[in-house]
């Protein structure tokens, strides 16, 4: 079975950078999908960000777009996420999940928004201060 384990999250200026993990324990990188979510207490869930084994391609979501960038290793089963230029109002919770078989990123996140994701990680914390 598939575990996830996020970390990476913590306290920054606005314009400043962090850099999250999500070590996919028990992923083949041959047949997955990963995506990357963000959620404030009283709102909805927001994808962030996803990279699939379906075409490789990393995909944008919201306000993610210009700023932030996924990329995965496979050689340490683990999908990266960059975040830069940060301002105050990405401050949230960040989730990564995985969906086995793979299943296309738009579907994923922009169609389903999460709801068929087979395995969560941890939350790790965001917070941007002005």
């Known amino acids: 079975d598939v575990q996830l384990q996020a970390s990476g999250g913590g306290l920054v200026q606005a314009g400043g950078s962090l850099r999250l993990s999500c070590a996919a324990s028990g992923l083949s990188f041959d047949d997955y999908t990963i995506g990357w979510f963000r959620q404030v207490p009283g709102k909805a869930r927001e994808g962030v960000a996803c990279?699939?084994?379906?075409?490789?391609?990393?995909y944008y979501f919201g306000s993610a777009m210009g700023r932030f960038n996924v990329s995965s290793d496979n050689t340490k089963n683990t999908v990266y996420l960059q975040m830069n230029s940060l301002k105050p109002e990405d401050t949230a919770v960040y989730y990564c999940?995985?969906?086995?078989?793979?299943?296309?990123?738009?579907?994923?996140?922009?169609?389903?928004?999460?709801?068929?994701?087979?395995?969560w990680g941890e939350g790790t914390q965001v917070t941007v201060s002005s």
């Open positions: 990279i699939s084994s379906i075409d490789n391609w990393a």
């Open positions: 999940a995985a969906d086995v078989p793979a299943i296309d990123c738009p579907q994923a996140v922009e169609v389903l928004d999460g709801r068929g994701m087979d395995f």
